[in-house]
Each structure stands twice: as structure tokens, then as C-alpha cells.
């Protein structure tokens, strides 16, 4: 028996799943957004600068196209593991969108994924790589060497049914979670229990609490 509030459907039944259900759209946000998140915060490590410079060039291979010559590609990532770039088919209408917008007073944005922010108009960057295949948090992270890894388990068929928290002080500490395995004809197997040794997370993390 389900509960009234529900899993979000196919994005639960594929690896780190939200990233292979998006649009594809290599898009981070506006700088200010992370700017304002550090000072309510109070952090300085969530501010745009230190986001790009950490974490977003960090993980991107920018892929210049020919097509697109007015990105910076010292602005991006070069050795990271994610493929970004222009590599996706474009719409032949694209570009007199663009130019139509330009027409009309909105500014050329020539990469929306710097300090220049996401006002303007231009083409979406996009998580395709040269061969023109989706990349995903699972075909960039989870290859053959790290699941091969002797510290690496990928549990399939698996269910999280609540966040475990630790309760011997005032404020509880979520520090793993209670999973169950479920065949594809829907028999629930035995519970188990998986421990965190550090930070993580989950696009399923509010169902899973609100489940808890």
C-alpha cells in the first residue's frame, strides 16, 4: 500500500536520477542567487565565486563548437568530467529567435554560466558531449573503475523508506537511511540500513523526509 504522498515517478528508476530526466540544459543559476544565499548564510563558500571556481569548473569539460565562438572557454571547465558545450542539434530557428530578440531591445548573453548572469538571449548550453549522447551524473561518476572500487556498492531494485536520525542530543542528526530491496513484481524484501560518514544527498531527500 502506497501513502498518499508519492514517489516522483521514473525519475526514482535510473542512477542518480534526476540528471538523466532533465532537459539536458547546462544551466546553474543567476550569480546573485548564490550571492544572496551566502549572505543569508552567513558563508561566504555558497557565493557564486567560490561555486564556479570549486565546484562548477571543477566538474565541466567544455566542448567549443565552431558555431559558438563568443564563449570564453578559459570561463570553463577543461578536465572535469561532465561534458558541456553546443554539441546538441541545434534548431534552425534558433538563431533568428535570438536575433529577433536582440530586435527588440534584449541584449546578446554570449554564456549565461558566468558573472554576466542569465539576462540577455542566446542558444542553451547543453549536457551532450561530442557524439551526441545525454551525459548524466551516472556515465560521468559511476564508470567501470569506480564500481569497481572494493568501497563502491550500487544497490538496485532499492527502496529508501526513511531517513535514520541520531537523537542523543536536543537537535536530531540524520546520519543514514532504512532501505528495502523490491523485485520487479513488486514483492518488498528484508530492511537494511546504510550509514553516512560525511555529507549527502538525494533529489528524493523532502519525499524521503516527509516519509520519515
Known amino acids: 500500500m502506497y501513502s498518499a504522498i508519492q514517489a516522483p515517478g521514473d525519475a526514482m528508476r535510473h542512477y ?3 540528471s538523466a530526466m532533465n532537459a539536458m540544459m547546462a544551466q546553474y ?4 542567487d548564490f550571492d544572496e544565499w551566502a549572505e543569508i548564510a552567513g558563508d561566504k563558500s ?4 567560490n561555486f564556479s571556481k570549486h565546484y562548477f569548473r571543477k566538474f565541466e569539460k567544455y566542448n567549443p563548437d565552431p558555431r559558438s565562438p563568443h564563449v570564453d572557454p578559459l ?3 577543461a578536465n572535469g568530467p561532465v561534458e ?3 554539441c ?3 534548431w534552425p530557428g534558433s538563431a533568428g529567435f535570438v536575433q529577433a530578440s536582440m530586435n527588440v ?3 546578446f548573453s554570449p554564456d549565461f554560466c558566468t558573472t554576466q548572469g542569465t539576462r540577455g538571449t542566446n542558444e542553451i548550453m547543453t549536457y551532450i558531449d561530442r ?3 545525454r551525459v548524466t551524473a551516472e556515465s560521468a561518476y559511476l564508470t567501470d573503475d569506480v564500481l569497481a572500487r572494493p568501497n563502491s556498492t550500487v544497490v538496485t531494485h532499492a527502496h529508501v523508506t526513511k531517513v535514520l536520525f541520531d537523537t542523543s542530543s536536543s537537535i536530531p542528526r540524520a546520519i543514514g537511511v532504512e532501505f528495502s530491496s523490491k523485485s520487479d513484481m513488486g514483492v518488498v524484501g528484508p530492511k537494511f540500513h546504510a550509514w553516512a560518514t560525511k555529507e549527502a544527498s538525494s533529489p528524493a531527500a523532502p519525499y524521503t523526509l516527509r516519509t520519515s
Do not use: E, F, H
Open 75 to 77: 570561463l570553463r571547465g
Open 88 to 90: 546538441s542539434q541545434i
Open 46 to 49: 555558497w557565493s557564486w565565486t
Open 105 to 107: 531591445g534584449i541584449p
Open 84 to 86: 558541456i558545450g553546443y
Open 131 to 133: 557524439k551526441s549522447t
Open 16 to 18: 542518480v536520477s534526476s
Open 29 to 32: 543559476g543567476a550569480p546573485s
